[in-house]
């Protein structure tokens, strides 16, 4: 018996990286999973690989009405919206003084609008399901600097604002038996990761040494594991939470 048997979820950015082993967890346990991402050629070949109990649908998740489309699509498909993963994100790769405003806005437009409009559109169908459980994925980057956000000012203010909307929602919608619980990887070794150590090689190794465990950067499979627990029954109690899954980053 799966921990997610009989639940839908949809999960954001699931094309690549922690979003694709976010499909795989999700549906190894038993739900039925939407995945939506931008590229939607790599969507197809990844959603394939995971049964017809998946759906690949593209979507910017920048788009409000767009978000609706997958709202509604995903409850003529399966029924009904359980579990929602706001995991696609971006970074600038840039420091204070380098920032242009448009590039400020493009990471908050991606990583904090993105991740509200998901919430914005599938609350109102949890409310009517009765509850449902949303896990933000947000980053250490978002509760310390330096080998933890790739010297990104943009993404690290995102990734706070994650944080601090999180809280909100877990706060705000508990009474209608909705969970709100965000997610906090230190280094997970995938594209977003690659591109940080080859822009600044010397990051590996002060990510190394803030990292005490052996293996100091996770496989994404470490950090869906934590996220299917808290999509899951089992962390019924659990809401406005911080799970921090960092190879030790934080201690
Ligand atoms: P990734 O770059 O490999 O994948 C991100 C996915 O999001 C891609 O498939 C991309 O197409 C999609 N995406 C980007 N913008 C989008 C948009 N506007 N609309 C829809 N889809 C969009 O990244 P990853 O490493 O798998 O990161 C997944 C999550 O984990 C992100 O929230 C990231 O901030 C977080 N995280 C990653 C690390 C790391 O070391 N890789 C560390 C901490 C947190």
Redesign the pocket.
């Given at each position: 018996m799966g921990r997610l048997d009989g639940k839908v979820a949809i999960v954001?950015?699931a094309?690549?990286?922690?979003?694709e082993a976010l499909v795989k967890r999700i549906a190894e346990e038993g739900a039925k999973v939407v995945g939506?991402?931008?590229?939607e050629e790599?969507l197809k070949e990844t959603m394939a690989k995971y049964g017809e109990h998946t759906l690949g649908l593209k979507?910017?998740?920048?788009d409000e009405n767009g978000w609706q489309e997958i709202v509604d699509t995903t409850i003529e498909t399966f029924g009904k919206v359980d579990v929602l993963v706001n995991?696609?994100?971006?970074m600038s790769n840039k420091g204070v003084l380098d920032l242009k405003p448009e590039e400020y806005m493009k990471v908050m437009q991606?990583n904090s609008l993105?991740t509200l409009l998901g919430i914005q559109k599938s609350i109102p169908k949890m409310q009517e399901n009765g509850g449902g459980s949303i896990v933000n994925?947000a980053?250490?980057?978002a509760l310390k600097s330096g080998a933890a956000d790739g010297g990104d000012a943009a993404y690290s203010a995102s990734?706070g604002s994650v944080r601090a909307l999180s809280k909100h929602v877990a706060h705000n919608f508990a009474k209608d038996n909705i969970r709100c619980n965000s997610v906090y990887?230190?280094?997970?070794m995938?594209?977003?990761?690659k591109k940080v150590f080859d822009e600044s090689p010397d990051l590996w190794e002060s990510n190394k040494a803030a990292s005490p465990l052996p293996n100091h950067i996770a496989d994404p499979v470490d950090i869906a594991n934590g996220v299917v627990y808290l999509a899951s029954d089992d962390a019924k109690a659990v809401t406005g939470t911080e799970l921090i899954i960092d190879n030790g980053n934080m201690t």
């Amino acid at each position: 018996m799966g921990r997610l048997d009989g639940k839908v979820a949809i999960v954001t950015g699931a094309a690549q990286g922690l979003g694709e082993a976010l499909v795989k967890r999700i549906a190894e346990e038993g739900a039925k999973v939407v995945g939506v991402d931008l590229n939607e050629e790599k969507l197809k070949e990844t959603m394939a690989k995971y049964g017809e109990h998946t759906l690949g649908l593209k979507l910017d998740v920048t788009d409000e009405n767009g978000w609706q489309e997958i709202v509604d699509t995903t409850i003529e498909t399966f029924g009904k919206v359980d579990v929602l993963v706001n995991n696609a994100a971006m970074m600038s790769n840039k420091g204070v003084l380098d920032l242009k405003p448009e590039e400020y806005m493009k990471v908050m437009q991606v990583n904090s609008l993105g991740t509200l409009l998901g919430i914005q559109k599938s609350i109102p169908k949890m409310q009517e399901n009765g509850g449902g459980s949303i896990v933000n994925i947000a980053s250490i980057g978002a509760l310390k600097s330096g080998a933890a956000d790739g010297g990104d000012a943009a993404y690290s203010a995102s990734k706070g604002s994650v944080r601090a909307l999180s809280k909100h929602v877990a706060h705000n919608f508990a009474k209608d038996n909705i969970r709100c619980n965000s997610v906090y990887p230190g280094g997970i070794m995938t594209d977003m990761l690659k591109k940080v150590f080859d822009e600044s090689p010397d990051l590996w190794e002060s990510n190394k040494a803030a990292s005490p465990l052996p293996n100091h950067i996770a496989d994404p499979v470490d950090i869906a594991n934590g996220v299917v627990y808290l999509a899951s029954d089992d962390a019924k109690a659990v809401t406005g939470t911080e799970l921090i899954i960092d190879n030790g980053n934080m201690t």
